[in-house]
């Protein structure tokens, strides 16, 4: 006799709990691949949503900036040792999530836990490979470096349900900012669980919000935002990434196009390497004059 | 009350410079008409006396332009080894060392500022702009942007009118280092002094096209952001117009660098050395008759020695000397058109209206031009327009607070944030507020200090993308490599 398995219900993540959307709402989650099957009812976010998770992000960035550069680093890494002791489960919901082979998506769930390694070893050199003194002609101890802007809003790629998630979220995180995300619209399930990873991670509540739903309905509330710093449209692949852009100028947000030529957005091959690309687009560099003297 | 010393008039001479009675545009190495034949008049803003006739670049124009900047791109300027390019930069920078006067003289007759500020920080600095950035041409590969940085190709760059070769030097000196081609517009109440800068370019023997100078107000500014074959913008200038370029670029692949306004604070607090903390307060807001991004509107001082600094500062203010821009004792200068002076003039009624005190030094003003004293104003809540808006004039707007917590949450309580001060003489007080506030640029125990090597820009909505030092060279280089 097969017993009959306990199903998970997947909510939303917003300051640490896992709240239902405030709506009500739910969407129909199906696998990919030949013949797609019911998967869950994934929360279907709302404008609300967003701006509750948007105060969780904001609350947080004093905490998670001031933590220490080494501190960071560790709960980054955390987060990569508690994802391996969960990598079977990650290895079945990204295959039906993305249509793969288990021992494809054992790959892409390999490197979402090393993505979170690498990243792990960055929060305390980037103030020395992104900083320096300024050899100013005057009596003046001169110094740029750098720091987070703040509160992040990122549309996580449509196809790369946890390989691209982490690659948009961790960029961000490592510096010391907060994140709004707005999952895969169509394979938002690896993102909830991976919020069941970061909530057992040591990340403070609120530095890592995840919102499932429509993109095209809650993107533009992101956008405009006004307490939201910067916008990754990593995932604005099937939404006009452009419109979003522009909603973003009103507030001088710093804006991560989408990968692509012209008004085409593709998704970039996440298996590959990352630079600091990402990185520095959610930082600012601060310089400090002091005078020098007796 | 101090005396203000008498000082016979001590004007510089303007026959150092030679203005033409009218100016083409400067496309592909030479002055050419613009196409629709318009032009319009620039003033000297102290005396109103019309300076010259410069050409208003239209959309053909500024496609003319554009076209010239690609042809020198693809067939010359991509083609030098980064060390040749280099050289042309010296060459600027030494050019603009030997007309330092001629650049000087022409820069306060068109803008109002004083000579002694022209002549000690404007000139100086943008020579100092094009050398630092020279060197730079062959080493790009050492700013750690990653292991081979590429040109973006063709940049639209358009300036404001308060350090108008200044801003012209820090927009193309690091484009051309990074091996760009540039169509810049100056300002359409300022374009002499870029106007002799194509000089330059010629006597460089720069090639053809590599800096083109389009003439124009708004609408010249707006043909250069939405031409199609512009790789990259950078605008200095107002939040407002940075917001709409910003809309105007959004869906393009147009790279965009910001840097726009700003309402510093300037911290006193009750241990600062007071007499050069109004010094501090002066220039801060003061220098170019306040008309500076990062100027320092928003004086925050510890409540425990606030009436002892504003009396202090009331007392300096009188010594100040405001009238002719061209005289060498002369401290104030002229406000740099009717518009500002109007939007000044609006702006201080509003904090009056509101209910702030307003307090100005006796100062006689001159008859023509457009004129407005140092303006101080007391008993300013946050809430007020003249403590929200920026001024982009001599007025400073003073607050209080007692601790450091009350000094933190004023001072970021702006949409803006470009720069602050910090005035104390504890050291781990500095520090410590220098990392709470959101600014891009923090000044302790000094103010308006400027480096070619120190990256400068702001937080928020003072802009993004920073302009100076290592950091500057990231606005002009294509660095991205996978994601």
């Known amino acids: ?294 | 009350m101090t005396r203000k010393f008498e000082y016979a008039p001590a004007p510089e001479s303007r026959s150092v410079v030679d203005i033409a009675s009218s100016y083409g545009l400067f496309i592909g190495g030479e002055f050419v008409d613009p196409s629709g034949g318009k032009s319009f008049k620039t003033i000297n803003p102290a005396t109103e006396e019309q300076l010259a006739d410069v050409a208003e670049a239209d959309a053909a124009d500024v496609d003319k332009a554009v076209r010239a900047a690609r042809r020198a791109y693809e067939r010359t300027w991509s083609r030098l080894s980064g060390a040749e390019r280099g050289k042309y930069l010296f060459r600027i920078a030494r050019l603009l060392q030997e007309r330092a006067r001629e650049f000087a003289v022409l820069e306060t007759l068109d803008n109002g500022k004083p000579i002694k500020e022209s002549r000690d920080v404007d000139i100086p600095t943008a020579a100092a702009h094009f050398f630092y950035h020279a060197g730079w041409a062959d080493k790009l590969e050492y700013a750690g942007l990653g292991p081979s940085p590429r040109a973006l190709g063709v940049v639209g760059q358009v300036i404001p009118w308060n350090f108008p070769l200044l801003m012209l030097a820090w927009k193309i000196a690091p484009a051309l280092a990074t091996g760009n081609t540039v169509v810049l517009k100056p300002a359409e109440t300022t374009p002499l002094t870029a106007l002799l800068f194509a000089d330059v370019c010629q006597q460089a023997d720069l090639p053809a096209g590599v800096v083109n100078i389009v003439t124009g107000a708004g609408a010249t500014g707006q043909a250069l952001v939405e031409h199609p074959d512009v790789d990259k913008i950078a605008f200095t200038g107002s939040t407002d117009v940075g917001k709409s370029i910003a809309r105007t670029v959004a869906g393009t692949r147009k790279r965009l660098t910001l840097e726009l306004g700003g309402k510093a604070a300037n911290i006193i607090f009750d241990d600062a050395p007071v007499d050069q903390a109004v010094e501090g307060i002066v220039n801060g807001i003061f220098f170019n008759q306040g008309q500076v991004c990062c100027a320092g509107s928003r004086l925050l001082v510890q409540e425990s020695v606030a009436e002892d600094v504003i009396h202090r500062l009331q007392r300096r203010l009188g010594t100040l000397r405001v009238g002719d821009p061209m005289d060498k004792n002369t401290d104030v200068g002229a406000i740099n058109s009717a518009a500002q002076l109007a939007r000044i003039t609006a702006l201080t009624a509003a904090g009056e209206a509101e209910g702030a005190t307003r307090w100005s030094p006796p100062c006689e003003l001159p008859e023509h031009g457009f004129w407005f004293p140092p303006t101080v104003f007391t008993g300013v809540a946050q809430t007020h327009r003249i403590a929200q808006e920026e001024i982009f004039g001599p007025v400073l707007s003073v607050l209080t607070f007692r601790t450091p917590d009350e000094a933190v949450a004023k001072a970021n309580n702006t949409p803006y944030g470009l720069s602050a001060g910090i005035w104390s003489e504890k050291g781990s007080r500095i520090l410590a507020m220098a990392d709470r506030l959101r600014a891009g640029v923090v000044w302790a125990n000094t103010f308006n200090r400027f480096d070619p090597t120190s990256p400068f820009g702001g937080y928020k909505e003072s802009g993004y993308g920073r302009e100076g030092g290592r950091h500057g060279l990231a606005a002009y280089l294509d660095t991205e490599g996978t994601h």
């Open chain 1, 1 to 294: 006799m097969s017993r009959l398995e306990v199903r998970k219900t997947y909510k939303l993540y917003i300051g640490g709990a896992f709240p239902r959307s405030e709506s009500g709402r739910s969407y129909e989650v199906m696998s990919s691949g030949r013949a797609p099957k019911f998967l869950a009812n994934a929360a279907q976010g709302s404008r609300k949503d967003i701006r509750d998770a948007v105060v969780a992000a904001r609350s947080a960035v004093k905490g998670w900036s001031g933590a220490t550069a080494m501190g960071r680093g560790q709960v980054l890494y955390r987060v990569g040792e508690i994802l391996e002791g969960r990598r079977e489960q990650f290895v079945a919901e990204v295959a039906s999530s993305e249509g793969l082979t288990r021992p494809q998506a054992a790959k892409v769930v390999d490197a979402a836990i090393d993505r979170w390694v690498w990243y792990a070893g960055w929060p305390d050199k980037l103030a020395q490979v992104l900083g320096n003194l300024n050899p100013v002609a005057g009596p003046y101890f001169d110094i740029s470096a750098p720091e987070p802007t703040g509160v992040v809003g990122i549309l996580a790629p449509q196809e790369s349900s946890l390989l691209g998630l982490v690659s948009v979220i961790a960029p961000a995180i490592v510096s010391g900012n907060t994140v709004v995300v707005v999952a895969s619209e169509d394979r938002p399930l690896p993102a909830i669980s991976l919020a069941e990873v970061l909530a057992t991670s040591d990340v403070p509540g609120g530095v890592v919000n995840i919102v499932t739903g429509r993109t095209a309905e809650v993107a533009p509330w992101l956008a405009a935002h006004r307490d939201v710093n910067a916008i990754d449209l990593a995932g604005a692949t099937a939404v006009p990434w452009g419109e979003l852009e522009a909603a973003a100028a009103d507030t001088v947000k710093r804006v991560v196009r989408p990968a692509g030529t012209g008004t085409d957005a593709v998704e970039p091959d996440w298996f590959a390497t990352p630079d600091l690309s990402r990185t520095r687009a959610f930082l600012e560099t601060k310089t400090v004059w002091h005078p020098k003297g007796q």
